[in-house]
């Protein structure tokens, strides 16, 4: 740590907000035909959330960040930096962040340095990035950082369908965080390939090589922690195994992914360093010492047996980040967050001093791993209440189960609003919760306009803190 | 500056690229039957570039930089960071900065941070940011970083249309740097506006508000003029006018707005502090001085005024810096880049210790203004290098002028081959320079091949430098 640097920068304060419409995976399976336990055991997947006409990524986005403003009552002139990332593309050119500046620009503040991050699921990271270096940068001017990532998760009818979901996070940053970036230890992998993307400008509907994909993503996890691990070593002066990491936090497409991954970190472990591992592990392991690359990607018994030697880690280790994946599905740029807040909602008061490894991935293809610090926090901005105000269990709760016919009826209707203009939604908010922001139209000339579901009509709501009270509008 | 920090980080190196193909703007006036002078004096514009079948933004930036590693012979391990701005979308999750990875994947380096920025021609300000707060972040590991804009400007037949253009420029990013950002000095201005916007995502055209787009680039334009001064005035202890700046860039989706953007600074220098212009300024200035903000946006009066004011000034400190835009046309995120490569072009000898004013405008919208400190660098990062391998006036002269036919059929092709699939370009790269990259196949599966023209066939062709003969190869 060089003298005058901002010691400790990372993630001050964290809120989620993700649609109240889900569909069960079980009842999917049902309704697709599919073989019992496709989707829930096959792809480790409870539920999946996705939106209605009335919300996408830059309403869930105004919501997520007024949400946390509230929350942790942070006036939005304090914000002085704000990045979106996202890959969910309403317009070509007009970033997500400049939807986001009617909040600010209602206080006005509009000093607001920061853009739109773009690389599929990888757009949030390389937004917390760009966030943290700004804060130890010359430039910074002492106010927080603000990083946003919102995404819709929508396939083609077929076998990719049940890997959708939709959310958006908010994370507030600066110095001396409850979690803080160790910035010496990162792995950064990227390439050119064509895993999964969308070039059909006209479709919401990625193209996606789900078989190239899962390799992609799992050469690169490789790549990424030998580079971690070496970092490591040079810094601390002794190797890297999971035992360095008190949790694994991943890019989670589906929940498999995340168990394999994991796994392929184990089989590492044993190739770099078998006396990490206990005798009768190694021994499972050791009939796969001598394959290459390439046969270890494709080798099923590989994967079986790593994921029995990993079991017993996994499930400390990385259980406890998958609650809100399993329950939302895929939220592209929010799910590394999603599940590093999962973590935190569940473990909170035993995280002090320890360590959380992240993989983020994003196809096309840019990844990196990196780590995390936990601290003691200074109230607001500490882990415990973080927890409380993320909420996840009451959030999770109280969502709407859509049948898979009317899931797939709303699919169905969202295709044909994709890229459309002239038409307005029905405005039935009934299942929003109230500061829920919501599209009412879009005009002919491609406009959008959103309303904010007002606190009044739901007894019980939160008080509205002191500056929200202030100017904001319920028209937007 | 804190202790610690690294010092004068900036642009060392900057090369620029643009397609070979232009057509004359007095020949668009006849052909479009637009009156005489509509778009020479009007628009202030002479030629515009545009891109055939052959080129689009990836092709550019492949070409512009492996042109910049080889010129100033950087081998490509050294490169640690590779931001892209653009708005031109060709794929809505993969980033153009993959595509770019193909140069270091050759050179096992895929330890390249970074993605794309977008936010309309702002994305490059945002990437050259980023990437220069990497290089001051405790993340940086000492390699360049690389800052890529690359854009297509093209417009539906109507008013719009002679305001296209074309270019990529690629500018190495470091400490110690001949042109450093002054990082305290800078004046951001963001909001939630519609002036410009590309919501059709099947159209690669815009939809613009041209009156309104005007507007909100000279609001946008004195807000943070306006910040930028009383930040120049917070440091220094003295009141900014135009005097301290030896060059104004702006940028510039056509020349007349850089021209009434000039005179609105000189305006607003009258307005905060009268006794910094000349008596005879002063009175002609005087009956604007009452003017509300709006009032004085929809002045013509003020308009003509403050250019005549301004025009001495005006030929100095920005004439230098309309070469290329003046010549190429808008070229989005490369427009202000290519401004400044103008001026290092036209001025590089006499630049040591001056001070160039910066002004990035994205619709949307985002603006900053910024200040950028010229320095003695050390070859191959000298301003008389830079000029040298800049080499402007050689790359306008060999150009190809397409008549106004050709350019509205070339137009007519691409409209039908955006976003398209399964086909195959002509490969005639006659008009191409040997080291362009070229598209050559679009597959079933949208998957885009690239070429590169080989050097053999051009007598007199440049020798490749030496990292470039150890592996890359001809097919992208």
New interface residues.
């Given amino acids: ?5 901002r010691m400790d920068v990372g993630i001050l304060a964290m809120d989620i907000y993700f649609p109240p419409t889900c569909v069960q995976q079980e009842a999917l399976e049902d309704y697709d035909g599919a073989s019992k336990g496709k989707y829930t055991v096959g792809l480790g997947q409870d539920c999946m959330a996705f939106c209605t006409e009335l919300e996408d990524v830059i309403s869930m986005s105004l919501t997520v960040v007024l949400s946390l403003l509230e929350k942790y009552q942070i006036d939005p002139r304090q914000i002085g930096r704000l990045e979106v990332g996202s ?1 969910t ?7 997500i ?6 909040i ?2 209602e206080y006005d503040n ?11 699921c ?2 949030g990271t ?1 937004a917390l ?2 966030c ?3 804060v ?4 910074w001017d002492g106010r927080y950082g603000l990083v946003v990532c919102t995404d819709s998760a929508v396939y083609a009818e077929g076998p990719a369908r049940p890997t959708g979901g939709a959310a958006a996070i908010a994370m507030l940053i600066g110095p001396n965080a409850p979690i803080s970036l160790e ?2 230890f ?9 895993d ?7 479709s919401e509907y ?2 996606v090589d789900g078989k190239l994909s899962q390799t992609c993503y799992l050469m690169a996890l490789d ?1 990424c922690y030998k ?1 971690f691990c070496g970092k490591f070593e040079n810094i601390e002066g002794k190797q890297f195994s999971i035992s360095d990491g008190n949790y694994f936090v991943f890019h989670s497409p589906y929940n498999k992914l995340v168990q394999k991954s994991f796994a392929r970190l184990v089989f590492n472990d044993f190739l770099c360093c078998p006396s990490n591992l206990q005798k009768e592990e190694r021994e499972n392991l050791e009939p796969f010492s001598n394959m290459t690359g390439e046969e270890s990607y494709q080798s099923r018994e590989l994967e079986k047996v790593a994921q029995q030697v990993a079991k017993p880690y996994y499930n400390v280790k990385v259980q406890p980040s998958t609650l809100l994946p399993k329950q939302i599905g895929n939220m592209y740029t929010a799910s590394l967050y999603a599940s590093l807040a999962s973590v935190v909602y569940n473990k909170h008061s035993t995280l002090m001093g320890q360590r959380i490894v992240m993989f983020s991935y ?5 990844s ?1 791993m990196f780590s995390v610090k936990l601290h003691d926090g200074q109230h607001p901005f500490s882990l415990s209440n973080i927890s409380c105000i993320l909420n996840l269990s009451e959030k999770l709760k109280s969502r709407h189960v859509f049948s898979p016919e009317n899931f797939a009826k709303t699919l169905k209707l969202m295709e044909h609003r ?2 459309a ?1 002239d038409f307005e939604t029905s405005k039935d908010t009934s299942l929003l919760s109230p500061g829920t922001f919501y599209l009412t139209k879009v005009d002919s ?3 959008r306009c959103y309303a904010k579901k007002g606190s009044e009509d739901a007894p019980g709501s939160k008080k509205m803190s002191s500056f929200s009270s202030m100017s904001l509008t319920n028209a937007y």
């Fill in positions: 740590m060089e003298p005058g640097r890959e593309v309403i317009d070509k050119s007009k970033s962040k400049t939807w986001l500046m009617q600010f620009e509009t000093d607001v340095e920061g853009v739109d991050s773009t690389n599929a990888y757009g390389a990035f760009n943290v270096n700004w130890e940068s010359s430039t910035s010496k990162r792995g950064t992998h990227m390439a050119h390939v064509y999964f993307y969308k070039p059909n400008l006209a990625p193209v790549s580079r994003g196809s096309g293809l840019t990196t994709y890229g203009k000339m491609y406009r």
